[in-house]
Nanobody, 114 residues
Framework: QVQLVESGGGLVQPGGSLRLSCVAS????????MRWYRQAPGKERELVAT???????NYADSVKGRFTIFRDNDKNTVYLQMNSLKPEDTAVYYC????????WGQGTQVTVSS
C-alpha cells in the first residue's frame, strides 16, 4: 500500500534551517509529482512546494527564495530544504502524492521560535 513517512521537523530559531524528508513506498515514485503542504494552527492547509516527475519546481510566494524542494528517485525520497526560517513558517508539514487519489503522510511539526 502507499505510504509517505515524513521526518526532520523540530524547533529552530528564526533565521535557522531545517531539512524535511519524505520517504515514499507502494508506488512508482519516479513517475509522480510530489508536494509539500503545511498547516498552521487555526489556518487551512496550504501548498508550499511542488516537484514534477521531471524535477520542475514551483513554490508558494511566501517561501520563494528560502525553501528548495528536490527529490532522489533512487531513495524514493522527496526533501524540503528550509532556510531563513521565520516564526510564520511554524506549522505541521505534510508530504502529498496524487495517484488515482491523494495520499498524505502523518506530518512533521516545524516550530520557529526564539
Amino acid at each position: 500500500q502507499v505510504q509517505l513517512v515524513e521526518s526532520g521537523g523540530g524547533l529552530v530559531q528564526p533565521g535557522g534551517s531545517l531539512r524535511l524528508s519524505c520517504v515514499a513506498s507502494g508506488f512508482t515514485f519516479s513517475t509522480y509529482a510530489m508536494r509539500w503542504y503545511r498547516q498552521a494552527p487555526g489556518k487551512e492547509r496550504e501548498l508550499v512546494a511542488t516537484i514534477s516527475s521531471g524535477s520542475s519546481t514551483n513554490y508558494a510566494d511566501s517561501v520563494k527564495g528560502r525553501f528548495t524542494i528536490f527529490r532522489d528517485n533512487d531513495k524514493n525520497t522527496v526533501y524540503l530544504q528550509m532556510n531563513s526560517l521565520k516564526p510564520e513558517d511554524t506549522a505541521v508539514y505534510y508530504c502529498h502524492a496524487r495517484l488515482f487519489m491523494g495520499y498524505w503522510g502523518q506530518g512533521t511539526q516545524v516550530t520557529v521560535s526564539s
